[in-house]
């Protein structure tokens, strides 16, 4: 069984490696206060990830795991408004959940080439699952055939996502009102739908 007291170690320094990268950046968090941290010492950090690259990677995957594109379609109905609706919300409160790890990645990524790499491969599984619900869509007949399904999954993405990501980086944690979402929501199914009277 994988949940052993290594497992648990080798977690506790990744939970612990994602909130120091959030707080100080990948750059300035050393290998030593994260051991610290998690209630181990550097030696087991690096038995464990060989690297303070490989750990970000491990950290980038557990993240990754935990997230809305990975969670969203144990909450779906079948009932396409209704979805979006619930998709919304759910990418809204894990991009404010995990705002720490995703602003390191907006500050950090350009200059952090291995940051870059490993979150350019998880953002691309991650959309993958959301593209797949998008064309599961597609093939029943619910939304338009003439969409390209990867615009669609950006477009998703940054339609609920980027509110959070603004008000955060502007200082403000302000969620979006019920109307507000509601009025994006709309706006998204109306310009997606096959049949537009539906």
Known sequence: MTDSPIG????????????????????RASTRTIAEQAGVNEVTLFRHFGSKKNLLIACVHSFNQIGF?????????GNYPADILTMARLQIEDTQARYEILR??????????????????????????????????LDAGVIRADLDLEALTYAFDSL?????????????????????????????????????GA
């Open 104 to 137: 390191l990645v907006l500050c950090e990524a350009q200059t952090v080439p291995e940051l870059r790499e490993a979150i350019l491969t998880g953002a691309g599984e991650n959309r993958s699952h959301v593209s797949a619900y998008f064309q599961h869509q």
């Open 69 to 77: 594109s990975k969670n969203f379609q144990d909450h779906l109905t």
């Open 160 to 196: 609920f996502s980027s509110y959070i990501l603004f008000s955060r980086l502007l200082g403000s944690a302000e969620q979006p009102s019920d109307v507000h979402l509601r009025t994006l929501v709309s706006l998204f199914v109306q310009g997606t739908l096959a049949n537009q």
């Open 8 to 27: 648990d170690t080798r977690q506790r320094i990744i939970e612990a490696s994602l909130s120091l990268f959030g707080q100080v950046g990948y750059t």
